[in-house]
Nanobody
Framework: QVQLVESGGGLVQAGGSLRLSCAAS????????MGWFRQAPGKEREFVAA??????TYANSVKGRFTIARDNAKNTVYLQMNSLKPEDTAVYYC?????????????????WGQGTQVTVSS
């Protein structure tokens, strides 16, 4: 069982930055693929970024603005968000997958955090 706790959300003006963190329990964190998803009001949850031991991938909508990183010593994955836009407003969720391969689908992740709200004002 893996527990995930997100933090770092908040209110920021367009063009600003935020860094989200996701702290994970468990002894095998380094073997997990980790993902970030988001869900805006009235919309489906969508893939943002994912990272494994050998790489990372991003949704086209955030490529060049967001960076995913992990610190295995701290059992933590991060999402650095720069040049934020109002359309980035959403609840951001951290997810974990015991198979260390990167996938961009919700169904590929077994463990989920509770989410953290990010609001970008224009």
């Amino acid at each position: 069982q893996v527990q995930l706790v997100e933090s770092g959300g908040g209110l920021v003006q367009a063009g600003g930055s935020l860094r989200l963190s996701c702290a994970a329990s468990g002894r095998t964190f380094s073997a997990y693929a980790m993902g970030w998803f988001r869900q805006a009001p009235g919309k489906e949850r969508e893939f943002v970024a994912a990272i494994s031991w050998n790489g990372s991938t991003y949704a086209n909508s955030v490529k060049g603005r967001f960076t995913i990183a992990r610190d295995n010593a701290k059992n933590t994955v991060y999402l650095q968000m720069n040049s934020l836009k109002p359309e980035d407003t959403a609840v951001y969720y951290c997810a974990a997958r015991s198979d260390g391969t990167i996938v961009g689908t919700l169904s590929g992740y077994k463990y989920w955090g509770q989410g953290t709200q990010v609001t970008v004002s224009s």
